[in-house]
């Protein structure tokens, strides 16, 4: 059982230039997450998908897009990459809103020069 | 946005201790959840807590929600060389904001030999 699963897991841009991160989990949750990590920062959520079919904006979503492409997969976009989105992003997934026990993926470390 | 007050920033202990941390917030939550984070991994599930009151335990690690819902704390009891690593609370289901969790900004934790 594999879980919730990120590619790639190492990324590095130019600046301006777009990317889409990919997050898929087997484990049939209704609802997926997009969080980023800075050093010394928890974790900060960007967008979420309460279930298949809807999307929302999190605390930090200024520079991303999101879609959530069926039950499985819910992608995170970066249009124009800028150097302020150096980070480490975490893909979760939760069975569903009323349990909040989230389940993370392993990491997508990205860097913008 | 919310915030969680996370204590301490970082332990240094020897092996055998045992060990306390907490998290503030000036913000009730209806769920505290309890995650650690392993170099270059996603935080994984420790602890969940979906009442007021609540103390659970999960082998050596006991978490409580505090009764005015606004804290929580992680008890572990004679840790043990591979309790090393950033422990983070979160806090779920305000009821008002964006679905996610909010995350304190973690707490290391260093076992001296």
């Known amino acids: 059982n594999a879980g919730v699963t990120q590619t790639p897991k190492f990324q590095v841009l130019k600046t301006g230039q777009s990317m889409t991160l990919q997050c898929a989990q087997d484990m049939n949750h209704n609802s997926m997450y997009w969080y980023r990590q800075d050093p010394g920062m928890g974790l900060r959520l960007i967008y979420y998908s309460a279930s298949e079919g809807t999307t929302d904006k999190g605390e930090v979503p200024n520079g991303y897009n999101v879609s959530r492409l069926n039950k499985r997969e819910f992608s995170l976009r970066l249009e124009s990459a800028a150097p302020s989105q150096t980070s480490v992003y975490f893909c979760?997934?939760?069975?569903?809103?009323?349990?909040?026990?989230?389940?993370f993926g392993q990491g997508t470390r990205l860097t913008v020069v | 946005g919310q915030q969680l007050n996370q204590s301490p920033q970082s332990m240094f202990i020897q092996e055998g201790e045992d060990v306390s941390m907490n998290c503030t917030s000036s913000s009730i939550f209806n769920t505290w959840l309890w995650y650690k984070q392993d170099p270059g991994e996603g935080p994984v599930l420790l602890i969940a807590l979906y009442k007021a009151g609540e103390l659970t335990s999960n082998g050596r690690l006991t978490a409580q929600f505090g009764i005015t819902r606004k804290d929580s704390f992680l008890n572990i009891s004679a840790s043990i060389p591979s309790d090393v690593g950033i422990y983070f609370c979160a806090g779920g289901d305000s009821g008002g904001g964006a679905d996610g969790l909010t995350f304190g900004k973690g707490t290391h934790l260093i076992i001296q030999p």
């Open positions: 979760a997934s939760s069975p569903d809103r009323g349990t909040r026990r989230a389940f």
